[in-house]
């Protein structure tokens, strides 16, 4: 059993660059999002999706963007990385959207110098 | 504005019991997570709340009152692999997830 699966599990990146993170789960879950985690802060969102076809922004969407192509997938992208998105960053998905757990992917850790 | 409160750290010794407190002021009220995350690694359910009371699972325990906007994880016969950050998320009125900082438990033998 897969779950969710992320890549880069980890990538050091030079200010300016075009970036994304993947992201592909199998439990054929309705709901994903993208999470950012870093020291001394909570799980902040940056995207989410409820179905495959939308996307909405959470609390930090700047500098980020996603799609929803398919159920499966749901791909991260920064358009030109800056050092203050240095960070952990998780991907999530949930049967339903709100209501029921969250499965997390391993994690992308990314330096942007 | 919406907020999660835990301790940050908390210190405990192997076979004893910990608790971990978490307050929250959210906009509405739908339901509280915890979860428990290894250093380096994705976090993973362990309990859900939506109505008052306890609910048992194992060794570990989670409360809720919603009138006083409170919840705790009870960890009993503590093991040193439960070394790790508990995390605490409460859904709001919009189905949205608000996480806490987490706390960080150390575990001594």
């Known amino acids: 059993i897969a779950g969710i699966t992320q890549a880069p599990t980890s990538q050091i990146l030079a200010a300016g660059r075009r970036m994304t993170l993947r992201c592909t789960q199998d439990?054929?879950?309705?709901?994903m999002y993208w999470y950012r985690q870093d020291l001394g802060l909570g799980l902040r969102l940056i995207h989410y999706?409820?179905?495959?076809?939308?996307?909405g922004k959470g609390e930090v969407p700047d500098g980020y963007s996603v799609s929803r192509a398919n159920t499966d997938d749901f791909p991260l992208t920064l358009a030109s990385a800056v050092p203050s998105q240095t960070s952990v960053y998780f991907c999530?998905?949930?049967?339903?959207?709100?209501?029921?757990?969250?499965?997390f992917g391993e994690g992308s850790r990314l330096t942007v110098l | 504005g919406q907020n999660i409160d835990q301790p940050t750290e908390m210190t405990a010794t192997e076979g004893a019991i910990v608790q971990i407190n978490c307050t929250y002021q959210?906009?509405?009220?739908?339901?509280l997570f915890w979860y428990q995350q290894h250093a380096g690694e994705a976090p993973t359910f362990l309990s859900y709340?939506?109505l008052d009371g306890l609910e048992e699972k194992g060794r570990f325990s989670s409360f809720l009152s919603r009138s006083k906007g409170y919840s705790y994880l009870l960890l009993k016969e503590l093991q040193m692999k439960d070394s790790a950050s508990y995390l605490c998320?409460?859904?709001?009125?919009?189905?949205?997830?608000?996480w806490g900082a987490g706390t960080k438990l150390i575990i001594k033998p």
């Open positions: 999530a998905s949930s049967e339903g959207f709100g209501r029921t757990e969250l499965f």
């Open positions: 439990m054929r879950h309705n709901a």
């Open positions: 999706s409820n179905t495959a076809g939308t996307t």
């Open positions: 959210t906009s509405g009220f739908n339901g």
């Open positions: 709340n939506v």
């Open positions: 998320a409460v859904i709001d009125s919009n189905y949205q997830l608000i």
